[in-house]
């Protein structure tokens, strides 16, 4: 008797971690709004890093927000919005105010300010 796909994930074990998403966002510009993922079970963000491209003294802020209805608000996961200027290391954040993302959530990522004409955000979410 064949299994049903259910019953052979089922056999897997309960889901894990999602794997890394990583966002390259070419010229970006303040409340620009870019969706991440639809949380497809409970997810913990662990680690966001983020670089910049190009540019003279670049600097990039955005927040990153999570809720049921991409058209609100949201839920800030950091309590200020992240703020890279680097175009050579990056910056790794790994505190945040709500990490936790529910099931059938949205991520998303808002850039809230800009200097210095950067030619792109690359930003990477990593879950635990």
Known sequence: M???WRQLASLLGPPGPMTPLVLSMPSPQ???RRILLRAPQAQTLSRVDA???GGTSPSVSFSL???ADVSGAG???TTDP??????T???AITSFQAPEIPAEHW???EVTAISGSPQALTVAVQFS
Do not use: C, E, K, Q
């Open 30 to 32: 303040v409340n620009d």
């Open 107 to 109: 991520l998303w990522l």
């Open 75 to 77: 839920t800030a996961v």
């Open 89 to 91: 290391t990056g910056s």
């Open 82 to 87: 992240i703020t890279v200027t680097s175009t």
């Open 65 to 67: 927000r999570h809720g």
């Open 51 to 53: 670089v910049l491209t």
């Open 2 to 4: 064949p299994l049903s």
